[in-house]
């Protein structure tokens, strides 16, 4: 049977004439300006892209109805000059420099933690030339890739042994596999933590082959309920800490010390996850005292398990340090091969730690450390400079300094907020999510927060020089160029 087809939204003639009037692909890349792009980009890149702008006018043109177009599909010269563009885009990388203006220090979507200038050029060495990732240079003989970062780690840790994995999830799957698969691993109710991209501490265990048994409540979990569950087949009494929430009110959890003395009875090993991998004391940054692996090992856990990434300052990485003969027998599982580290972050890591031997020096040449550390005053003349730095663009959008608050980030530290001074920018002629997206779409990115239709910069997380970047993209997307940014002009660097 047939039967007529029918437009549900029929066009007007009005928009069959826009439509009609964009040029076919192959005539779009006989343009001068589209044909010159193709002996800069791949071919395919261009058509991709020519499609591409050809469908997004032709849905502009249909989402418009009956109203007026307008300019809605322009000239051939500007389709042509938004082909280019769209090309020039496709071609660079998806990763990109950003400017962190959110305040958030470690901030996990933007890559967390930045490297200090030696462990960035310590990474780009491994990048770019060979080393002795796993050669011994005196015997001429293979050797570990741990050799780079164990020492080091013992030294500052006190343990005996150390073993580096690529994150901190796969260090605590690893030390599972080891001691407890096929057996039991007991652990509070309170402290089944969910981390990052909804990946939760059970389903680790689990993959790992280990059975969770629980105990205690979500607030209240004592001595005596891990001592309840020890059975034949306990292998591991494992204690996280609450790194990326708070528990207040009516809580109690079992203190380390109490779990390996009950350990020790029942010759059941103790594992901590720390998570943020503070290696340093936090109260000295402003922050509440952050459990470190020190305290940990002098407490008597058997492994402590932590991040490289994120107090610590470091690349992504997983750190477990404890004992020896534990250490070891995780070196020999299968499982370590497949979370191991890879050359670069190895790297990055060992510059990163040989910062620690000093740790006041730590401060000042890791920037996580450095940015929790920022001064009230220099953040509020940075603040200012760049203030003043806009003052001329007071008819595009109102400017004003204003106390605020910052956050660690990254899992740590979720009870304390940060004092800073913002830059806060309330666009006249626009929202401010389009000058949000403005800040975004620039290169280098800027990222920043909206709170009450303001764009909030917090020069907690800026580092050297980028106040003047933000300047000048805050300029060009308010429409008004970069007059005033010079360096040094203004105070704005």
Request: charged share 25%; aromatic share 4%.
């Amino acid at each position: 049977m047939c039967r007529a087809w029918r437009w549900s939204n029929p066009m007007s003639g009005k928009e069959k004439d826009e439509l009609r009037s964009l040029p076919a692909v192959e005539l779009l890349l006989q343009h001068p300006v589209v044909r010159d792009a193709q002996s800069e980009y791949p071919r395919s890149i261009v058509v991709q892209a020519a499609r591409e702008v050809l469908a997004g006018i032709r849905r502009r043109v249909l989402a418009a109805g009956s109203s007026k177009h307008g300019d809605l599909v322009g000239s051939h010269d500007a389709i042509a000059a938004a082909v280019v563009e769209r090309a020039r885009r496709k071609s660079e990388p998806s990763y990109r420099w950003v400017v962190n203006a959110t305040g958030v220090v470690v901030h996990t979507n933007l890559g967390r933690s930045a490297l200090s200038e030696r462990a960035a050029a310590a990474v780009s060495g491994a990048a770019t030339r060979y080393g002795n990732l796993e050669y011994d240079l005196a015997t001429g003989a293979r050797t570990t890739r741990q050799m780079h970062v164990e020492t080091l780690l013992c030294e500052i840790t006190g343990a005996e042994a150390a073993f580096v994995v690529n994150n901190n999830a796969g260090a605590v799957m690893l030390i599972a596999y080891t001691l407890a698969r096929g057996r039991e691993v007991i652990c509070s109710r309170g402290e089944l933590i969910e981390i990052g991209g909804s990946f939760r501490l059970p389903e680790v265990l689990t993959a790992s082959g280990a059975r969770l048994v629980e105990v205690g409540t979500t607030n209240r979990t004592s001595v005596h309920d891990y001592g309840a569950a020890i059975g034949p087949d306990t292998a591991m009494l494992l204690k996280v800490h609450l790194s990326n929430f708070v528990m207040s009110g009516f809580v109690s959890q079992v203190p380390l010390r109490d779990l390996v003395e009950l350990g020790a009875r029942h010759g059941v090993p103790v594992v901590e996850d720390l998570g943020s991998g503070a290696l340093i004391d936090t109260s000295e940054l402003g922050l509440g005292h952050e459990p470190t692996p020190q305290e940990s090992v002098e407490a008597g856990a058997d492994v402590v398990t932590f991040s490289g990434d994120k107090l610590l300052g470091g690349t992504q990485a997983g750190i477990l340090v404890g004992r020896r003969d534990v250490i070891d027998k995780a070196r020999r599982s299968p499982v370590a091969r497949a979370v191991r580290i890879d050359k670069m972050n190895l790297a990055g890591m060992e510059a990163t730690l040989v910062a620690y031997r000093d740790p006041r020096g730590a401060v000042g040449e890791i920037p996580t450390l450095r940015l929790i550390a920022r001064s009230a005053e220099e953040l509020e003349k940075s603040a200012r400079d760049m203030a003043r730095a806009l003052e001329d663009m007071a008819d595009r959008a109102g400017v004003s300094v204003e106390p605020g608050w910052s956050e660690v980030g990254g899992g740590a530290s979720p009870d304390v907020a940060l004092p800073t001074v913002l830059v806060c920018l309330a666009p006249r002629a626009r929202t401010a999510e389009d000058l949000a997206a403005g800040l975004r779409a620039g290169e280098p990115a800027v990222v920043a927060r909206i709170k009450d239709d303001r764009v909030l910069i917090d020069p907690r997380t800026l580092l050297a020089g980028e106040d003047r970047v933000v300047v000048e993209s805050i300029r060009r997307v308010l429409g008004r160029g970069s007059a005033g940014t010079e360096s040094g002009k203004d105070g704005v660097r």
